[in-house]
């Protein structure tokens, strides 16, 4: 028989039986050129990252980053540091607890929120973190994040309300200036700022809210209402002209949402809701999202406890992203390690869970701090209506001739499971050509013969450009 097209650019998709589907993408994401091209669709590599600075140990993993007249500031451990643009460190002051903090910004100052704790507010020029200590901070109840819109800082507080600082001025507060969100008698969980509209989000609704000026309390109920609450309140996150959140509504699930319109619309897959519905109710608060652009990809990424699903919201497909862990000599993956991203100097910067490093992320790295990535695709069941097949002739299209000094003969490789996923075996390596083998074809051979069906796996880990761009095989 001819060689057949045989699809690779599905994305992530792994069902609960993985016999339906063992799709995983990790470390890949799918690329739609926009003219004719040699393929349709392509797997290009997701980016690496370069060491700028650190801030130090273990204890010292990131909480949280943020922009602020061009700079890039970072809460790592129980500091607040400033990011320069030779890329030194300035360390501007304590910041207390161990979670994630909330940040939110005017142009003159810098709100840090920690979560039921203290708020804190930087001043540059003199270089000034004040701690808030106005006791009408919390006559509402603890406050827990933040937002900025119109002037004010806007906290949500634990007694279902939600509070605004003086215009301008992130210390002072007034007792009096609170509203609540009344449509639903819900919990009160995170405020969210969208195209100057100020949304009060609870834990199975949201409800809109404007300044409409004049004295008192600024902002009243503006009329739209949403039959959707966050489950997560640091999923809340910008996404290419809209805004995604985990949650769900009155005795729903929870799922990842798209604001559109003035509604919601699902965006998570079946096989992402099904990763959602295992976490316990305080892993899913815990859950925690990023985006960027780059080279004409818009990603948000939704980081969960050991994984974290990455969708490119302008090709629609979800991917995952993880790190790569040594221990006792053998790589593994393990959850992404990036725990924020922030645009700064021109380039794509992260911070760390696991230590102080702070990085340039980027397409043109191909390693984590040094660290091979480990990319893995895996196929679709194939089947021949459950009868058996021989698999004669594969062939991975790639970009060849991506060898380099560091990696003369970089290898791909290739093994198959008969049992729907659960099981791989007979591991064969392919070269992706060495440096200048640009017509070099990766080709595998007498695959085997398979009872009911067949799911292949690719996995790159050599630290070379990453391209996969078409897969076709001979199937008997």
Known sequence: MADTPLPITNGFYVSDS????????????????QAPALAAETLFGTPGINQLATTGTVKQGNRGSWSLKGKAYFVNGNALYRLNADFTLDTLGTISGTGRVS?????????????GGSGYIFTDAPDTLTTITDLDFTANGAPQYVV???????????????????????????????GTAEANPDDTVAPWVFKNQLYITGSITTEAFQNTGGSGFPFTRAGLYLSKGVSAPLSLVDANDTFMFIGAGQNESPAIWSFVGNTVQKTSTTAIDNLLQDLTDDELSQVFAWSYAEKGAYFVGFTLPSTCVVIDTITGRWHERKSTQTINGVNSLTRFRVNSVVNAYGKIIVADSIDGRIGEMSREFYTEYGANIIRRVTTQPFINNMNS????????????????????????????????????????????GKIGEYNHRAIWRRNGRYPRMAVLRFTLSDAVKPVIISLVGDVL
């Not at 900025?148 to 309300?161: A, H, M, N, R």
């Not at 970009?399 to 075996?425: C, H, R």
């Open 148 to 178: 900025f819109i119109d002037g004010y800082f806007v906290l949500t507080t634990d007694s279902k309300k939600f509070i605004t600082s003086a215009l301008n001025n992130g210390l002072a507060y007034d007792a009096l200036d609170f």
């Open 389 to 432: 097949f021989k698999v004669a002739r594969l062939e991975l299209t790639v970009e060849s001739g991506v060898g380099n000094t560091a990696v003369v003969d970089p290898q791909m490789m290739l093994d198959i499971s008969s049992d729907g996923g659960k099981t791989f075996k007979d591991e064969r390596h392919r070269s992706l």
């Open 103 to 115: 940040l939110a910004d005017n142009g003159t100052q810098l709100f840090i929120m920690v979560p």
């Open 18 to 33: 993985l016999p339906i589907s063992a799709q995983e993408c990790v470390n890949w994401y799918v690329n739609v050129p």
